[in-house]
Every structure is written in C-alpha cells, then in structure tokens.
T-cell receptor
Framework: DAGVIQSPRHEVTEMGQEVTLRCKPI?????LFWYRQTMMRGLELLIY????????DSGMPEDRFSAKMPNASFSTLKIQPSEPRDSAVYFC????????????FGPGTRLTVT | AQSVTQLGSHVSVSEGALVLLRCNYSSSVPPYLFWYVQYPNQGLQLLLK??????LVKGINGFEAEFKKSETSFHLTKPSAHMSDAAEYFC?????????????FGRGTQLTVWP
C-alpha cells in the first residue's frame, strides 16, 4: 500500500500566483481531509469530504481557498491568489468509514509564498 | 463539538526517564481516542487508539495510554524515554456513531529528550 500521496512536496511561489496542491487518498477510503499546520496556529482542519462530497468547509480561511474531489482517488486544494501568510505545511489525510477508524496522513506539502 | 486539551505544550525528560503526556477530552459520551506522533518534516502517524475494548492500550515504540472515563483522560506514557522519541505528539478524538471519520486534535505537545 502506497499510503496517502501528496504532490508537490515543496512549493515556492510568488505572492499573487495560483497554487494547486494534490492528494491521492488510500484506495478504499471514503473520507478525505485537508489540514494546514503552522507554528502560530498549529494543526487546522480546512475542509473534509465524505464520498467525494464536501461536508464541512468552515475551516477554509478565505474565498481564495478552494478544494475539489472529482473522484474517489484524487483531490486538489487551490489557493488563488496566494499570499505570504499562506506559507505553511498542508497535509492531506484519508480514512475508512466509521469513527473508530484512524486517519492516515500524507507527507505534506511545504508551501512558501514570497 | 468535541474538545481536546493537552496540558503542556512542551515536555522535557532525560533519556531513560518516564514520559507522561496528558490529554483530556470534553464529551458526555466517551469518544474514540487516538494518539499520533509527528517527527520533524513528516506527516502524523498513529501511535495507538482506544475504541471500546481494554482501557489500557498499547501502541508502537513502547508507548501506552489508559482511558479513564471518570477523569475524561487519555494520558500517554512510556516507562523509559529514548532519544528517538523526540517529536510532537497529538491527542485526538472522534465521535461515536459518526461515519465521517472526523478527528478533533489537541494543540500538540513537543517532547524533548535530553541525553
């Protein structure tokens, strides 16, 4: 099992540019989660999907952030336009049905906006 | 919504000493409970979880945690710290009966191990 796959692992971009982060969940998992981690704010849940449907996007900081899950094996998190304060590590995680099932995290994408 | 409190954002111990990382939850119905570890520049990985069986749960790398309903706690312990245990540790809960798999994380505790 390849685990949760995220790409790119590192992204450096200039303020104002569009950034797209990608995630491939573990096959068979039906929930997918996007997190952001910073020193100041810790680990924050941005949005999560169940069966490809967004369930709660209340953690998305602004309209500049959007996420999609067009099918069970792929999700994107887009920031447009990007700002320096978006610099963080973004994690994707997936889990099977049920509250007793743990989430499996990807290695993260380290985003730097200059 | 669930709430998780991790007392102590930083804990320092000497190599060979007992490790105790505290976690308390707020819920009228005992949730499912998890401990995750994050090593530098890596994602979070599961250490152990409590779902409904034995209240003392053993995990990887010699860690264990005990669910205490009366204290709404799920503290993580390890009898003897190793240098390799230096990492950030997160406690998390999920709601019984939910099929969505959402976890509510604490703020994390950074563990430093001194030689």
């Amino acid at each position: 099992d390849a685990g949760v796959i995220q790409s790119p692992r590192h992204e450096v971009t200039e303020m104002g540019q569009e950034v797209t982060l990608r995630c491939k969940p573990i096959s068979g998992h039906n929930s997918l989660f996007w997190y952001r981690q910073t020193m100041m704010r810790g680990l924050e849940l941005l949005i999560y999907f169940n069966n490809n449907v967004p369930i709660d996007d209340s953690g998305m900081p602004e309209d500049r952030f959007s996420a999609k899950m067009p099918n069970a094996s792929f999700s994107t998190l887009k920031i447009q336009p990007s700002e320096p304060r978006d610099s963080a590590v973004y994690f994707c995680a997936s889990s099977s049905r049920g509250a007793s099932y743990e989430q499996y995290f990807g290695p993260g994408t380290r985003l730097t906006v200059t | 919504a669930q709430s998780v409190t991790q007392l102590g954002s930083h804990v320092s111990v000497s190599e060979g000493a007992l490790v105790l990382l505290r976690c308390n939850y707020s819920s009228s119905v005992p949730p499912y409970l998890f401990w995750y570890v994050q090593y530098p520049n890596q994602g979070l990985q599961l250490l152990l979880k409590y779902t409904s069986a034995a209240t003392l749960v053993k995990g990887i790398n010699g860690f264990e945690a005990e669910f205490k309903k009366s204290e709404t706690s799920f503290h993580l312990t390890k009898p003897s710290a190793h240098m390799s245990d230096a990492a950030e540790y997160f406690c998390a809960v999920s709601e019984r009966g939910s099929t969505l798999g959402r976890l509510y994380f604490g703020r994390g505790t950074q563990l430093t191990v001194w030689p």
